[in-house]
T-cell receptor
Framework: EDQVTQSPEALRLQEGESSSLNCSYT??????LFWYRQDPGKGPEFLFT???AGEEKEKERLKATLTKKESFLHITAPKPEDSATYLC???????????????FGAGTILRVKS | NAGVTQTPKFRVLKTGQSMTLLCAQD?????MYWYRQDPGMGLRLIHY???????AKGEVPDGYNVSRLKKQNFLLGLESAAPSQTSVYFC??????????????FGPGTRLTVT
């Protein structure tokens, strides 16, 4: 069964204190791994897609990396506006013809204090 | 370009009542999805559609029905609401031609409470 586990469930950082969020996955084959940001009361917003082990993507203070079993979302010198829930999702191989169904993790709630 | 919109934003139902949630997208996406989001459980797929006139069951379809009569609209129906259906519902869409690897675009959500 395809599964995505995110850790920690919640993370509190001081402004400027860098850290990483983890997304570990179990799939028969990986077509793509996605990171989303979700602000309270809003829908998830797409951040990155990673396709293969070793790949990295960056956007402002965020950098996503991928290995064969997990992905990390590194947050460098975070600011209070980075506070949000970060969701990880995978698209297993063979699922594209069935509507590109994603498997989501439960998310990590990030709070950055000034 | 509004992206994905959902109506209503909030709704309170009594057990046994019915309602329909409407999702609309203006990006000409082929695929559309309905999810529910509950604390600690992440997003779970209820139903999805790969094109106009076609729908399929997701992970948690029981108690829900869907219809996609027009490409831009995807409706989620609750025929007889139950307290277990209290949740936040999200609609999403994605492109076939752009491939699945650009991700799904989500609406703002509908917060439903069933008493």
């Amino acid at each position: 069964e395809d599964q995505v586990t995110q850790s920690p469930e919640a993370l509190r950082l001081q402004e400027g204190e860098s850290s990483s969020l983890n997304c570990s996955y179990t799939v028969s084959g990986l077509r793509g791994l996605f990171w989303y940001r979700q602000d309270p009361g809003k829908g998830p917003e797409f951040l990155f897609t990673l396709y293969s082990a070793g790949e990295e993507k960056e956007k402002e203070r965020l950098k996503a990396t991928l290995t064969k079993k997990e992905s990390f979302l590194h947050i460098t010198a975070p600011k209070p506006e980075d506070s949000a829930t970060y969701l990880c999702a995978v698209l297993p191989l063979g699922k594209m013809e069935y509507g590109n169904k994603l498997v989501f993790g439960a998310g990590t709630i990030l709070r950055v204090k000034s | 370009n509004a992206g994905v919109t959902q109506t209503p934003k909030f709704r309170v139902l009594k057990t046994g009542q019915s309602m329909t949630l409407l999702c609309a997208q203006d990006m000409n996406h082929e695929y559309m999805y309905w999810y529910r989001q509950d604390p600690g459980m992440g997003l779970r797929l209820i139903h999805y559609s790969v094109g106009e006139g076609t729908t399929a069951k997701g992970e948690v379809p029981d108690g829900y029905n869907v219809s996609r009569l027009k490409k831009q609209n995807f409706l989620l129906g609750l025929e007889s609401a139950a307290p277990s259906q209290t949740s936040v519902y999200f609609c999403a869409s994605s492109s076939l031609t752009g491939g699945p690897l650009r991700g799904q675009y989500f609406g703002p959500g509908t917060r439903l409470t069933v008493t």
